[in-house]
């Protein structure tokens, strides 16, 4: 249901230093692990999240017999047809109808307090789905980011441009796949101030190619990290044993490119980087280190292995500084050890012929 209008600021925009997981149906996955870092005492970039009551206030008056929803839950998964049809028209609806001019007020707003005295500060604005980043499932990718928005227009276009995505055909069929209730489905957004990324990347707290739990993986380059998850560069790469803290392995990939900020229009572009760094290592050890530590106390605040997206900018006052920009639950090797092993049998020998017959496999 829509929030009531008269509503408290808070109902539909929330400041990270005030959440934590608990506010997922709030706020969405992704806002509510930021909170969480940010009370945990983790380097995060501030930010706010506009939340899961905005985006329902926006969608009951753009669709007040609830159609949309009816129309997404009926499709079936596996017409990539039809599906990209339907989504089509309702993120042209969504992308075309103005905010309402309270929900419109509070998010700038909020974008003129992060600004501060910096009128048009950068910003990443963000989806934060409220099925996303679980251990039971992983939206990273699926619905849209914006790097380096300027300006509350700017902004408020790309709050319901990340509306939208949830609407995207790759979102949708995810989710119908997953069989999961359409009614249960609404999008926080983050917006959330950027790094000036010297370098970026990924971090996983347990090897994402054995599992290996003993070691963190680090995944590093150039600029922002949306030149990795454009597949534009392949990532330097370094181990690092969580048992003695040493760098048990390097591996260092030519970098030719590097994403970086169009500083005065917003956005970002590909540019070439120095012929000096790119094979040069993107981290030097002191900050593999230092990440290292940075995703061991992660993981050890959530209690399971964790995916992390991480920064390496200009510090507040000199220097570098760690930034942590997400965390999300490992789910590749966890919904491995999910699985049982082999179906119970009636009897014990039942399993040695059925691994004879190749059945248990």
């Known amino acids: 249901m829509p929030a009531d209008s008269n509503d408290s600021d808070t109902t539909y925009v929330r400041h990270f230093g005030e959440l934590s997981l608990k506010d997922r149906p709030t706020v969405g996955g992704k806002g509510a692990s930021l909170g969480e870092l940010t009370q945990a005492g983790i380097n995060v970039p501030p930010g706010f999240v506009v939340t899961t009551a905005a985006f329902e206030r926006f969608i009951a008056a753009l669709d007040a017999d609830e159609s949309i929803r009816k129309i997404i839950a009926a499709l079936d998964p596996s017409d990539l047809p039809a599906i990209s049809v339907a989504t089509a028209t309702v993120r042209e609806r969504i992308e075309t109808v103005p905010l309402p001019d309270d929900l419109r007020e509070m998010v700038s707003t909020a974008y003129r307090g992060l600004a501060g005295d910096e009128r048009r500060a950068p910003v990443a604005v963000r989806s934060s789905a409220t099925s996303e980043d ?51 489905v609404a999008m926080g957004v983050v917006v959330q101030r950027m790094v000036e990324s010297l370098c970026s990347g990924v971090m996983f707290t347990r090897s994402p190619v054995t599992g290996d739990r003993s070691v963190i993986a680090i995944e590093g380059s ?47 572009k590909v540019a070439t980087v120095p012929a000096e760094k790119q094979m040069a290592p993107c981290l030097a050890d002191e900050e593999i280190i230092a990440l290292a530590d940075i995703g061991k106390r992660v993981e050890k605040h959530y209690g399971s292995p964790q995916d992390i997206e991480w920064a390496v900018g ?31 049998r009636a009897r014990a020998f039942d399993h040695v012929l059925a691994l004879l017959s190749g059945r248990d496999r």
């Open 314 to 344: 200009q510090g507040r006052t000199s220097g570098k500084d760690i930034y942590i920009l997400q965390s999300r639950p490992e789910t590749v090797w966890a919904s491995r050890e999910a699985q049982p092993v082999a179906a119970p």
């Open 222 to 268: 150039w600029g922002l990290g949306s030149c990795i998850v454009s597949g534009e560069v392949t990532p330097d790469k370094f181990v690092v044993s969580k048992v003695t803290g040493d760098i048990s392995k390097r591996t260092l990939s030519e970098k030719s490119v590097q994403h970086v900020p169009q500083a005065e229009s917003g956005g970002v």
């Open 134 to 184: 679980s251990a039971a499932a992983s939206f990273a990718g699926l619905q849209d980011t914006y790097l380096w928005v300027r300006g509350e227009e700017a902004v408020l276009h790309s709050v319901r441009s990340c509306w939208a995505s949830l609407y995207s055909t790759e979102s949708v069929s995810y989710r119908l796949r997953l069989k999961l209730p359409e009614q249960n």
